[in-house]
Structures are given as C-alpha cells and as structure tokens.
C-alpha cells in the first residue's frame, strides 16, 4: 500500500513538471491597425527619402485626395502611389508611414495579400529607432525590382556579428555582420519561401508574416495562404508552437539586446534610390536609367501598392 501511495506522488510530481514544461509565453494584443483605424496609428512621413530615392512623398490629405490610399468595403487597407502622371520635382509620389506608438520588444504580425512590385520600386515594412543605426533597424519585408525573393536584415551599428553563431533557421544566411558601416551594410537572411516576395507572393494570394522580438533575439516567419496557422489569425499567437524561424538572430555577447530601442514600425514604397537604383541595369535591362524609367512610365506602377488586411502587435 505505502508504495503505491510513493508511486502516486511521483506521477502527480511528474505531471506538474510536464504541464510546466510545455506552458507557452501568452502574448496580450496592444495595437491593432485595421480598417478605416488603420491610418489613426500612423504618421505620414514627408521629408526627403533618405536613401535618395526619386520619390515625393506625401501627407495625409494629399494621399487621400489622389487616392493613394483607401480603405476597402472589405476592410482592407490600400496604399498605393501615383501611376497617372509623368513625375516631377522631387520624383514620383508615393507614402511613408510610421507608427506613433514605440516599441521595445513585442510579436509583430503583418496579414496582407499584395505588395508593391516591378520595376524602379523599392517597397519595405520595418521597423527602426532614433539616431540611426544606434538604436538599429530590423527589415522584414524588403526588396527592389522584380526580385523574387524576401530579404530579412538587421542593421546596428559596430556591435552585432552573427558569423560564429549557432542558429536554428531555414533561410540562407546572406551576410552575417550587422554593422551598417561594413560592406554589405547589414545581417541578412533571404526567405527559403519561393512565394514570399514580390510577384509570386501577390499571384497566391499573400500571407502572413510574423516577428518575434524579445530579450533572447529576434525571429521572423512567413506562410502563404491557405498554410497560416489558426493561432496566427486568431487573439492568442503561439510562436512557441510553431515551425523553425525562417530567420533567427539570438542575442549575446555578439549582440546585445540593447542594440534595437524605442523602434517604430514603418511602412514605405520608395524608387530607385541607393539599392534599386544602383542595380536597375541589371534587374530591368533595356528600360534606361531608373529615374527615367520612374519618371516616364507612370502606367508601369500599378502594381505598386500593399493590401493590408491587418497588422497587430503583441507584447
């Protein structure tokens, strides 16, 4: 008897510690950008491109007034750019938006079904921290011309080195060092998901994509379609449940945590500029030079818009 009585409390001791085990990180929703409140948490951002881009752009009423944004009877968010009038001055208009709010960590998730894309555009979601890079950047969505591919990449200053570091990831590690002043400028992992940029992304219909940023590190996911987890869509995300990261930065003495501060999130579509620009010969051979292009070919940028179905953060 008294060894049964020995037995049931090393069951009852065990299954504590499993149930413990297994207890997911809850995560309590904090912003919720959608519909016609989507634009309520975002500022418009009207000062020169700085990355040099052949873009102009615009603030709130003027976006709205020439129809660069709109929200759908669906509830989908449009934000599109000029693709009826030959550019001027400072170059074509288009939109650059931040969010009011700062974040310090947090589960950052993007549901959206097109993104821009084509030739002489420059379209990303990112987030990023005052006095550049010393509170760093982290580019989830970015790309330039007809690339077919998604870039995830972080940018800091001299501080964060990722090349003899162990991740669990399934992309390709393009460049390790994170540092903006070395050559390329910034870590990046390319997504290992044909669809997850650009054309093929918009003709299956888009998907979701998910950074978790915490004390530990920052991770990034992406499905399609038809392949997001219930959880994902749903009031309680469980990224301890999910696949590997597609894209995996752990913090350590490599790379602090204090590295990324006081980021906001950013939603912008610029052309040419420093990337697209100094690689448009080659992506879009026989078009000229890409101000030209951007300049003269309004019809060329219809394509030029994200549909966001929505963006929540989580902390």
Partial sequence: ???????????????????????????????????????????????????HGYVNFVDYPTALANGYINTSESGDTYIGCDHERIA????????????????????????????????????????????????????????????SYDVTT??????????????????????SNCDVYDTPAGCTVASDNPNAYGGNFNSVGGGVYAVEWTS???KSW???????????????PKPDTWSVPYAAFPFG????????????????LTFCGDWAGIVFSNDCPGKGTCNDYVKDNPEAFKESYWNIHWLKVFN
């Fill in 88 to 147: 001027t001055g400072r170059g074509r208009d288009s939109i650059r938006i931040e969010t009011v709010r700062v974040f310090n960590s947090g589960l950052f998730i993007l549901y959206l079904s097109h993104m821009p894309f084509g030739c002489g555009s420059w379209p990303a979601f990112w987030t990023v921290g005052p006095n550049w890079p010393n509170s760093g950047e982290i580019d989830v969505i970015e790309g330039v011309n007809q690339q």
């Fill in 154 to 175: 972080l940018h800091t200053g001299t501080h964060c080195d990722f090349a003899n570091t162990t991740r669990n990831l399934t992309g390709f590690v393009i460049s």
């Fill in 216 to 218: 530990a590190g920052i």
């Fill in 1 to 51: 008897m008294r060894n049964r009585y020995i037995f049931a409390d090393l069951f009852f001791t065990l299954a504590c510690f499993f149930s413990k085990s297994v207890q997911v990180q809850s995560w309590n929703l904090t912003l919720e950008a959608s519909g016609e409140q989507f634009f309520d948490h975002f500022t418009f951002i009207t000062e020169d491109d700085p990355t």
């Fill in 222 to 236: 992406f499905w399609n379609e038809g392949h997001i987890p219930s959880d994902v869509l749903g009031s309680d």
């Fill in 253 to 268: 003495t490599f790379c602090s945590p204090d590295s990324f501060q006081n980021q906001k999130v950013v939603f912008d």
